[in-house]
């Protein structure tokens, strides 16, 4: 049984600290092996041979949640190895088993998020003159957010100048790797979800649902070598390709 967390670097960030060489090893929080059947011979027929392994992490290692990233994978498999005779091939197979970390204590206070959208709130914007007029109001239920249920909100398009073409929600994941020396920080998308679809209706509060998939995201996480985060991007695209998003961060934990 093996259980670790995979560390890579983004092709940007190769090269960019030397120090990363040593901190981006896989870091091992969990390995045993046991015997299940002393040498000898099988009987005929089908064979069932029970087991068991105390989840025992090495030193002073935590046991993280199973996480499927782009560059932090924290993944646990159980391996089993048959030895045979001379003449017969050894067989092995490998099966991953998922891993849930501990409830957090406590009941999770929730942290609504209210937003109001206009050509002078948005940042990064180089001709603010030539964007179209638009007032865009909504909430998010809370960004504080359990894994197992779902992020929610709504969302008012109050008025706008150029015909909204699609309303989208798009997760992200915020990946950091490194040490001291320094760090390489990576955001890619998980799951893109549209809400809706052409010109909406002015006035009308349009919901935003979103479930968190199972594999791809886990507790929001931090430790001295790397760190899991999540944002969520509320994006209308107009008519006229201009691309309006919001940045949410979340925070996601099991209870």
């Known amino acids: 049984m093996e259980g670790s967390v ?53 030193g002073n290692k935590v046991l993280y949640e199973t996480y499927h990233g782009v560059f932090v994978n924290i993944q646990y498999t159980l391996r089993c190895d048959m030895r045979r005779s001379l003449l017969a091939k050894d067989l092995t197979k490998t099966c991953e088993f998922i891993v849930h970390s501990a409830p957090q204590k406590g009941k999770l206070m929730p942290s609504p998020v209210d937003f109001t959208i206009t050509p002078e709130t948005l940042q990064n914007v180089k001709e603010r003159a030539s964007l179209p007029k638009f007032l865009i109001k909504g909430h998010l239920n809370s960004t504080n957010c359990i894994i197992t249920q779902p992020l929610t909100g709504e969302l008012v398009v109050e008025n706008a100048e150029a015909a909204v073409k699609s309303i989208e929600l798009q997760l992200v994941r915020v990946e950091t790797c490194g040490c001291a020396e320094g760090y390489a920080r990576d955001a890619t998308e998980i799951q893109n979800i549209q809400i809706a679809d052409g010109d909406v209706c002015r006035n009308l509060p349009i919901p935003i649902y979103m479930v968190f998939p199972r594999l791809f995201t886990c507790p929001t996480l931090e430790t001295t070598n790397f760190k899991v985060e999540f944002e969520v991007n509320v994006v209308v695209l107009l008519h006229d390709d201009h691309l309006i998003t919001e940045n949410f961060p979340l925070k996601l934990c099991r209870v």
């Open 6 to 58: 995979n560390l890579q670097l983004s092709a940007k960030s190769v090269g960019v600290f030397e120090a990363f060489y040593n901190s981006v090893k896989p870091i091992q929080v969990i390995n045993s092996t046991i015997e299940m059947v002393k040498p000898g011979k099988l009987p005929s027929g089908k064979t069932e041979i029970p087991f068991e392994f105390p989840l025992h992490m090495k």
